[in-house]
């Protein structure tokens, strides 16, 4: 009997410290960023498509630009070329420069939903889905209705939807931003919110923004 609760006194010793150190494990893990698992599309093929992807818009904006001064459609094609020229730097290029190591933007898969750098992102690719919606807009009105194209179809015009438009974004995405990360990288301190607030966030507004509406839009012009 006496055996038998030495035993049992060495088993609650040994499962306690056990808990001790899985407890001591995942505190110092969760103090330790993750780091991203590297693959061949994340080291090879983001880098490449990014790099056309800027040289490719950069060289459309200069075209587009310059020919703006004869119609708005050009204006709206320049800034798209911008707009996409962005998501080439924010959704590609900046992210293979934190997966080989040349910056530290993020230091986990689930922080990185909830960054400076992807909100950008966010905010430039749903951009470039509504200037498509006001590129239709606009040649609607110049094949349907001609005699308003003097009135609608202006480079003011132009400036003026395009700045209401990414700012209304810009307020929609803020609450995605993050600007500093407590110790253990699970909440954004200023502004304060959690990862999962980013990734419910934006399940519920990313795919009507970005997809659902503009889609309704196009079918409508």
């Known amino acids: 009997m006496e055996n038998l609760t030495i035993q049992l006194d060495n088993l609650t010793v040994a499962v ?6 899985n407890s001591t494990t995942a505190a110092n893990q ?6 991203y698992e590297s693959s061949l599309v994340d080291l090879y093929i983001t880098p490449i498509f990014s790099s056309v992807g800027m040289i490719g818009n950069s060289l459309t904006f200069i075209v587009m630009i310059q020919l703006s ?10 800034v798209l070329a911008l707009a996409d020229c962005g998501v080439s730097i924010f959704g590609g290029f900046l992210v293979w420069l934190d997966t ?21 992102n966010l905010i430039l690719s749903q951009f470039s ?5 006001a590129v239709c807009v606009d040649r609607y009105i110049a094949v349907c209705h001609p005699f308003k194209v003097a009135s609608y179809c202006t480079r003011k015009r132009v400036i003026i939807t395009l700045t209401c438009i990414l700012g ?5 995405d803020f609450p995605m931003l993050c600007f ?5 990288y699970t909440s954004c301190t200023f502004p304060p919110k959690s990862i999962d607030f980013c ?7 990313d795919l009507p923004t970005y997809t659902i509406v503009p889609i309704i839009l196009y079918l409508a012009c």
């Not at 306690?16 to 150190?21: E, H, I």
């Not at 990734?199 to 507004?205: F, G, Q, R, V």
């Open 180 to 184: 500093e990360w407590n110790a253990d």
């Open 30 to 35: 969760s103090e330790i960023p993750d780091v």
């Open 168 to 172: 209304a974004l810009v307020a929609l």
């Open 16 to 21: 306690r410290n056990a808990s001790l150190l």
């Open 199 to 205: 990734l419910n966030y934006l399940i519920h507004t």
């Open 100 to 120: 080989i190591g040349l910056l530290h933007l993020f230091g986990s898969t689930e922080q990185s939903w909830c960054s400076t750098v992807f909100t950008c």
């Open 129 to 133: 889905s509504w200037i498509t919606v």
């Open 69 to 78: 001064q004869e119609s708005s459609f050009y204006l709206y094609l320049a």
